[in-house]
């Protein structure tokens, strides 16, 4: 059973507009939420994660929107550049984020903007 | 962010043998380590949990025999593939947790058995 959800295996996007990446979690214990960015054969990247106390976190390019009540989240990359190309993974965590707790993650979603 | 390596990046071994991956963090003390495992196009797989100076707690289905687990120092855990199978081989990821941030990952370990 997949607590994590990322319906979309890829997504295509033209430079200079904007990626939008769902995610949808079914453990209502889940409440901090992250998304990380990983190339083939590398580990993956922290880029920016939301509490469920907030509905919004921005940082540069990138913007997450929680909603709780339909248990949906979604990153925001607005202008994509191709460097951005990557697979993003959702994960989520109970206990408030702490970072010794382990994280539940989605199966990806291979993003790729062309030029 | 904090900076977590693994060394080796790849490793080739015979079936039987047993291979030892290290995962350090380099700037900061990580009570706990996670280790996952991928398989190609898939998520990552949380293993098992290696919490400093006690027993690893695994997930459902991992054989902790098979996947050995130590997590001597504040800054190092490794994990030990014993009697390795051509089925072992994966990508092994793992991850620490800085008390003030949040999870790092390392770069990972190509893990091959022939």
């Known amino acids: 059973d997949q607590q994590v959800k990322q319906n979309s295996p890829s997504l295509s996007v033209q430079e200079g507009r904007i990626s939008i990446l769902n995610c949808d979690y079914t453990n209502s214990m889940f409440d901090y939420f992250l998304w990380y960015k990983k190339y083939p054969a590398e580990g993956p990247t922290f880029l920016i994660s939301i509490s469920s106390i907030k509905d919004k976190n921005e940082d540069g390019r990138f913007t997450v929107f929680l909603n709780k009540s339909a248990k949906h989240l979604s990153l925001h990359i607005v202008p994509s550049q191709p460097g951005d190309s990557a697979v993003y993974f959702c994960?989520?965590?109970?206990?408030?984020?702490?970072?010794?707790?382990?994280?539940?993650f989605g199966k990806g979603t291979l993003l790729t903007v062309n030029p | 962010g904090a900076v977590v390596s693994q060394h080796p990046s790849w490793v080739i071994c015979k079936s039987g043998t047993s291979v030892k991956i290290e995962c350090r963090s380099l700037?900061?003390?990580?009570?706990?380590m996670f280790w996952y495992r991928q398989f190609p196009k898939q998520s990552l797989m949380l293993m098992a949990t290696?919490?400093?100076?006690?027993?690893?707690?695994?997930e459902q289905g991992v054989e902790k025999d098979k996947f050995l687990i130590n997590h001597a120092s504040l800054t190092l855990s490794t994990l030990t593939v014993t009697s390795a199978h051509p089925e072992d081989s994966s990508f092994y990821i793992c991850?620490?947790?800085?008390?003030?941030?949040?999870?790092?990952f390392g770069p990972g370990t190509r893990l091959t058995v022939l």
């Open positions: 991850s620490a947790g800085d008390p003030a941030d949040t999870q790092y």
């Open positions: 700037d900061f003390q990580a009570t706990t």
């Open positions: 994960a989520a965590s109970g206990n408030s984020g702490g970072s010794n707790y382990k994280l539940t």
């Open positions: 290696s919490n400093e100076g006690s027993k690893a707690t695994y």
